[in-house]
């Protein structure tokens, strides 16, 4: 009984390595570049940017720091990497495509960043469309007692640096072929 067991084991093994196909050019990605690929690809299709900005209300909490200074911080290195960024002019836009959520909150001497990819997703069962988020990256700290409002500003926005790099990054690495 036990060597029949020990050969219909052995005889399954067989099957299941002679059945793998060999791998084809298209198969040779790693698990990392197709997860990759789901989370950044986007033909290189342009990206609108959302900015969100919640600081602190106490005159000790101040932060010289807008919307609009953030947007354009970011949009400069979006545009200096030759992502395509699409345009609105009221912030809304009327047809549904990726986006590039970048957050900052900040209470007291508390702060988080965040920066996430939104894909427009279709199920195939519906036939709907929505957003889901793909990627994110983000920090949580706290500024020193004694920052100024300017050095709270140069340290938000160096968070973003650093987080917009990995963007970039892994976008064109996930976009290299459709992004010239």
């Known amino acids: 009984m036990r060597k029949a067991l020990i050969l219909n084991l052995l005889f399954a093994l067989l099957i299941t390595v002679a059945c793998d196909p060999v791998p084809t050019e298209t198969d040779t990605r790693s698990n990392e570049d197709v997860r990759l690929q789901f989370r950044l690809f986007n033909n290189c299709q342009p990206i609108e940017l959302l900015i969100g900005v919640s600081l602190g209300k106490d005159k000790d909490d101040r932060i010289n720091l807008t919307e609009t ?35 900052v909150n900040t209470v007291g001497i508390g702060v988080s960043m965040e920066l996430e990819f939104n894909k427009v ?9 929505g957003t889901a988020t793909t990627w994110e990256t983000g920090t949580l700290g706290h500024f020193g007692i004694s920052d100024s409002v300017e050095e709270k500003k140069a340290i938000i926005l160096s968070g973003f640096q650093g987080h917009l790099d990995e963007f970039i990054t892994e976008y064109l690495r996930a976009n290299q072929k459709y992004c010239k």
Do not use: Q
Request: hydrophobic residues 30%.
């Open 69 to 103: 200074e953030l947007r354009n911080f970011i949009e400069s290195r979006l545009r200096s990497a030759r992502i395509p960024i699409e345009l609105s002019e009221s912030g809304k836009s009327t047809k549904m495509v990726d986006h590039l959520y970048a957050g």
């Open 121 to 129: 997703l279709e199920d195939s069962l519906s036939s709907t469309y």
